[in-house]
């Protein structure tokens, strides 16, 4: 697997990374979620350039031009509810694409300590021959992508798979990419050190999906 970490290189994607782990900036809601879609969208575009162009002429009201447009038929699937941000800023980009929604969670069976993945809801459109972006805004250990990747198998076979993720634990890095095959490209915003004994990435940001929406209640 290829691993694009940007934040390798400086730009201003560092900025909203800094701004969403920032615990005084994240009592905005509104803002962190519009922080996690720009930085989806800053991904967008960087994963464009890997993908395949065509020449294709458009008519102008004075004569034709030639554009290289993309030419791949895109899957966007986003792990909810998490997701959904990351989610919007990719469709802001890839605004033809086709869409696939999945739940996904931590299921703690015995102790808060270990758990197990949980799948219940799957909305997916045909993936044969087709590129698959799937999307989950926190890579911790990784099992959450791996999961939801058997859970879309049914659905076809893609030709290629980008996996998308803002802040990710090097744990959780290496499992995918052990995981996947070889030419699956993962896009990262940040990778960070490690996960603390609970599977939380360190610094990490904490929950993505109650800062983006509120708390929830555990069950």
Known sequence: MTVHNLSETPSILNTFISEIRDKSIQK??????????????????????????????????LGESTSKLLKEDIVLCSILRAGIPLHNGLLNYFDTAENAFISAYRHHKHNPESFEIIVEYLACPNLEGKTLILADPMLATGQSMVATFEALKPFGNPKSVHLVSVVGAQEGVDFVANTFKTDTHLWIA???????????????????????????LQQ
């Open 28 to 61: 905005d809601a509104m803002r962190f979620r519009r922080n996690i879609e720009r930085i989806g969208e800053i991904i967008g575009y960087e994963m464009s350039k890997s993908l395949n162009f065509e020449d294709t002429i458009t008519k102008t009201p």
């Open 190 to 216: 940040a990778i960070d050190e490690k996960l603390n004994d609970k599977g939380y990435i360190l610094p990490g940001l904490g929950d993505a999906g109650d800062l983006a929406f509120g708390q929830k």
